[in-house]
């Protein structure tokens, strides 16, 4: 079983910025990369950026050049740098671990999910 717990969520002004964290437990198995969701109201959840074991991240394209995603392997924990937060991250953030295919242009998620973090960009 796997457990994720995400933090670091708050309410920040247009153009700040906030650093989540997600700590992971438990036994992975062939799952290789763990990634960032976020789902705004009324809106569908949407992939916002992942890594994968032993490589980079990637990123959708409306947060690319603005957020960053690190890992530390000693604490098992994935980080989501966000900067020049626009009102349009407004959202929850969850995340999730799975796998990543096609280098990273693929990612299945599986059915383990933290409890998600709210982040609020006021204008």
């Known amino acids: 079983q796997v457990r994720l717990v995400e933090s670091g969520g708050g309410l920040v002004q247009a153009g700040g910025s906030l650093r989540l964290s997600c700590a992971a437990s438990?036994?992975?198995?062939?799952?290789?990369?763990m990634a960032w969701y976020r789902q705004a109201p009324g809106k569908q959840r949407e992939l916002v950026g992942l890594?994968?074991?032993?490589?980079?991240?990637k990123y959708t394209d409306s947060v690319k050049g603005r957020f960053t995603i690190s890992r530390d392997n000693i604490k098992n924990t994935m980080y989501l740098q966000m900067n020049s937060l626009k009102p349009e991250d407004t959202a929850v953030y969850y995340c999730?671990?799975?796998?990543?295919?096609?280098?990273?242009?693929?990612?299945?998620?599986?059915?383990?999910w933290g409890q998600g973090t709210q982040v609020t960009v006021s204008s």
């Open positions: 438990g036994s992975v198995g062939s799952l290789n990369a």
């Open positions: 890594i994968i074991s032993g490589g980079s991240g």
């Open positions: 999730n671990i799975g796998v990543a295919e096609n280098s990273g242009r693929v990612y299945r998620a599986s059915n383990y």
